[in-house]
């Protein structure tokens, strides 16, 4: 029960603390990409499969589960729109198409893992006729792989680089309102053990340089960062000060 108390602390506090912080400006100023962003997430009938598909390999993965694969893939779009905002509309509505694709099925990608890369390639081929399998494959190897970067067509080389900027986005309030709490219960930690790790866990994750690859996420990106950071020293700040206070029960 001592667990479960703690547990529901850090994620009223992580809440809390978040909701408190001003929204990012990306956030503020991009209304009208995001909408057309979500009409194709919840209504486009590949994209809304493909979230069948996948959403038995993000279940179990406490780090990148199923919320941060949907704002993964939303933010992609949303970037794509500014990429490609002179290219004609059908364009546009291909590349967000794609984006989101490559979006949903980035955290279950990983060319080391063989089976998890073949389970993508079967996905894939059962999308075969409504989706661009080679386009998605090179855009998922080139977030890691850079010497393919350098041999990106144009299409390729937008979504490739706005996937990568909108998993870098993640790492703002998103970390904090949920990849924080859930690493505590993944790892049943007391909130004393959870404490004694975060400052580590702060430099790992937020002391990031202006490393985006869109002109959109170099404009948007450090500031979302920022938000994450901040929310993290403040999430911090509230444990030593709720440690001090219990250490009679703690």
Do not use: C, M, W
């Given at each position: 029960m001592k667990m479960n108390n703690e547990l529901l602390l850090i994620k009223q506090e992580t809440e809390r603390i978040v909701k408190?912080?001003?929204?990012?400006?990306?956030?503020?100023?991009?209304?009208?990409?995001?909408?057309?962003?979500?009409?194709?997430?919840?209504?486009d009938k590949t994209v809304l499969g493909l979230q069948s598909e996948t959403i038995a390999f993000l279940y179990d993965d406490y780090r990148y589960g199923i919320l941060h694969s949907k704002n993964v893939s939303l933010d992609t779009a949303s970037l794509i729109l500014h990429e490609a905002e002179d290219e004609s509309f059908e364009k546009k509505n291909k590349l967000i198409f794609l984006g989101e694709i490559a979006g949903l099925l980035y955290n279950i990608y990983d060319p080391k893992k063989d089976c998890n890369s073949d389970?993508?390639?079967?996905?894939?081929?059962?999308?075969?006729?409504m989706t661009d399998e080679r386009t998605i494959l090179r855009v998922l190897e080139a977030q890691s792989n850079l010497e393919m970067r350098k041999n990106l067509d144009e299409d390729e080389k937008i979504i490739t680089y706005c996937l990568y900027d909108a998993n870098l986005f993640r790492y703002g309030a998103d970390t904090v309102a949920t990849l924080l709490w859930e690493?505590?219960?993944?790892?049943?930690?007391?909130?004393v053990d959870f404490y004694n790790k975060l400052p580590a866990l702060i430099?790992?994750?937020?002391?990031?340089?202006?490393?985006?690859?869109?002109?959109?996420?170099?404009?948007?990106?450090?500031?979302?960062?920022?938000?994450?950071?901040?929310?993290?020293?403040n999430i911090l700040a509230w444990m030593e000060n709720y440690i001090n206070n219990n250490k009679a029960i703690l």
């Open positions: 408190e912080l001003a929204k990012a400006k990306f956030y503020q100023e991009n209304d009208s990409e995001l909408a057309v962003a979500k009409d194709v997430f919840f209504n389970s993508v390639k079967e996905i894939l081929n059962r999308l075969a006729e690493h505590f219960a993944y790892e049943e930690l007391t909130i430099e790992k994750t937020f002391q990031k340089e202006n490393i985006f690859l869109s002109e959109t996420g170099k404009k948007y990106g450090p500031e979302i960062l920022a938000i994450g950071l901040s929310s993290a020293q």
